[in-house]
């Protein structure tokens, strides 16, 4: 680790990042902010997996950080698109009225 | 990165991510997490990692987010919610549990072996030693991965141009 901030201080930003991400996810309704909530947990992930890369001097973590993205991109593009689709049909953003697939 | 620098930084994170989460229009949700994903950029380059770093900010900052703002407008979803967030007991499970999950993260760390730096390799971290990680041992996942933008393109303009 770079002297100063050791390994477990990146481990604890990333925890609590990746705390407030789920805890957006369960709170809000608009979909796309949970949809942004989504995105901080995965960056969250990525913070601890570049620290361990650097504490292992293994770069192995930063191909799975590079992998991440790519699917992070990929999600958005569909996610969004899944709520286009839901806007027109629905005329709403808001999770509690997009209730048909509930029992 | 020095103790003081990694506290400003972490701090700004954290007021960034809350903004996100707890802002009520999403368009300033949306700018807050550009703030985020910069601020942890700057983290990614303190550890060593230019390049995921540099794709960071223009793959997340500059297209996820972009992305995100344009069907905010596309909707026009500017105006705040009425009622952003579910019930209170919901609020008060979620918080409670979010603070829960970072006690017991907190705690775990108090246990993990303080690492020694190891010698790093020459170039540890830039664009040649990335790619040829990414073209020898990892060269299948990287393959599939192309396959699976072009299927999220087809879907999402599948999807996306569907009428009524």
Not at chain 1, 60 to 73: K, S
Not at chain 2, 35 to 52: E, I
């Amino acid at each position: 680790m770079p002297p100063g901030a050791p390994l477990t201080w990146y481990l604890g930003l990333s925890a609590v990042v990746f705390a407030i991400g789920t805890v957006g996810v369960l709170v809000r309704r608009n979909i796309i902010v949970i949809f942004m909530a989504i995105e901080l947990m995965l960056n969250a992930v990525n913070l601890t997996f570049v620290a361990f890369a650097r504490s292992l001097g293994s770069m192995d973590g930063q191909v799975i950080v590079f992998f991440v993205m790519t699917v992070a991109a990929a999600e958005a593009a569909v996610g969004l698109a899944i709520i286009l689709a839901l806007f027109r049909n629905r005329e709403t953003t808001n999770a509690d009225e997009l209730v048909t697939l509930r029992w | 990165m020095t103790a003081p620098v990694f506290l400003l930084l972490a701090v700004l994170v954290v007021a960034a991510a809350l903004t996100v989460v707890a802002h009520p229009s999403p368009v300033y949700s949306a700018c807050a997490l550009v703030v985020t994903l910069f601020l942890l950029s700057v983290f990614f380059v303190a550890l060593d990692a230019q390049l995921v770093a540099v794709l960071q900010v223009i793959v997340y900052a500059g297209a996820i987010v972009v992305l995100f703002l344009f069907v905010i407008m596309l909707l026009n979803l500017t105006q705040p919610e009425s009622r952003p967030t579910a019930g209170v007991p919901v609020v008060a499970v979620a918080v409670g549990g979010g603070i829960g999950i970072a006690a017991l993260v907190a705690a775990a760390l108090r246990r993990v072996p303080p690492a020694g730096a190891p010698a790093l390799p020459e170039g540890f971290g830039d664009t040649a030693a990335l790619a040829r990680r990414l073209f020898t041992a990892y060269v299948l996942p990287f393959e599939l991965t192309s396959v699976l933008l072009l299927v999220a393109i087809v879907g999402a303009v599948g999807l996306a141009s569907r009428k009524g």
